[in-house]
């Protein structure tokens, strides 16, 4: 299969990378590394309008910039690379099109829950991120990891790992880390870029959600809502959520945190996370997916309505 993988990407004319929506730096890190592997007939597309959501805190890796968005993007790719993406339907709009369209789509992944949407599928769940399953690929195939390679591929495994945090991290990904600073990562540098540059909307958006917490079952559960209108107030965009849900699990008691976001089509946005208990089943219910600790799906409700569904649902399994 990854044999196959390069023989796809040596026989494509034109090939689109596409990240999941709400970008992280694992899909981000991994489209620029393939990016950087292909060249020239890869484009990477974010799912985001470019004067509206448009991530701000990956701008240091190579080829964001220039990477196409829902508003420039055309129809003019035979195969597809989709990276990170759980399921088909973190795939939207336009991209949905593309990919329908595609002689060849290839999905590259690490979440449990993905499906194998694609023609070709390569998913090796419970890795630590995407970025460490398309360095095995590399590896496997004996490709050479360019030095901009390696800095994509440790934004990926840095920040899916919270830090090394999680126990998705094994000796094999400190093995794989070692490498990539053996070629000159300054981890320094990049851990500097992705957690100490926040814009200051970020930081006073997420305090004033924690100060508005919510907590049930003896503080086993947290929770917070954010609505388009505190998005407004506080200038924030969808980028500058992301830490919040982890944040609420780091409080003592909690088991379960979760974050409710209204998004612009009117549904809300779940990120949930646990300590112990697997919470794919929780999200799965909602058609979600994730990783057993960091979940997430979409709900058509009104904000209350879809905060007292997955209440009742997270409480059967506590
Ligand atoms: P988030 O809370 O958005 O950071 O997502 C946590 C994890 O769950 C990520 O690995 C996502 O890829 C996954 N995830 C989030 N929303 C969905 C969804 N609607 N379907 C499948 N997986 C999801
Ligand atoms: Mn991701
Ligand atoms: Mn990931």
Do not use: W
């Amino acid at each position: 299969m990854t044999q196959k993988i390069f023989e796809l990407i040596n026989d494509a004319k034109k090939i689109l990378i596409i990240t999941h929506v709400n970008p992280d730096g694992d899909t981000l890190g991994s489209a620029c590394a393939l990016k950087s592997f292909i060249g020239d007939k890869a484009d990477i597309l974010l799912q985001v309008s470019r004067d509206k959501n448009f991530p701000n805190t990956y701008l240091f890796l190579p080829y964001i910039k220039e990477a196409k968005t829902f508003d420039d993007i055309e129809d003019i790719y035979d195969t597809v690379i989709c990276v990170d993406v759980a399921s088909a339907d973190r795939i939207v709009e336009a991209a949905r099109l593309i990919f329908n369209h595609a002689k060849v789509t290839i999905n590259i992944d690490h979440h449990k829950t993905n499906k194998g949407f694609a023609m070709y599928n390569y998913v090796q769940g419970g890795l630590s991120s995407t970025g460490e399953v398309l360095y095995k690929i590399f590896e496997k195939e004996n490709k050479n990891i360019t030095l901009e390679m390696a800095n994509c591929l440790y934004v990926s495994i840095l920040t899916d790992t919270g830090c090394f945090k999680y126990e998705t991290v094994t000796g094999e990904t400190f093995e794989i880390v070692s490498s990539l600073l053996k070629k000159g990562v300054n981890s320094a540098d990049i851990a500097q870029k992705c957690y100490e540059q926040k814009q200051k909307a970020m930081v006073m958006l997420q305090a004033y959600c924690l100060s508005n917490a919510k907590f049930e079952c003896n503080d086993k559960i947290a929770y917070t809502t954010i609505k388009l209108k505190d998005m407004e107030k506080f200038g924030a965009k969808d980028e500058h959520t992301e830490g919040l849900s982890e944040a609420l699990r780091s409080i003592k008691p909690v088991e379960i945190a979760f974050v409710l976001k209204e998004t612009d089509r009117g549904d809300i946005k779940v990120s949930m996370r646990s300590k112990e208990t697997d919470i794919t089943c929780i999200v799965k219910k909602f058609g979600g997916g994730g990783h057993s600790r960091a979940a997430g799906c979409t709900i058509k409700k009104p904000m209350d309505a879809a905060l007292e569904s997955i209440l009742d649902e997270i409480k059967k399994h506590l």
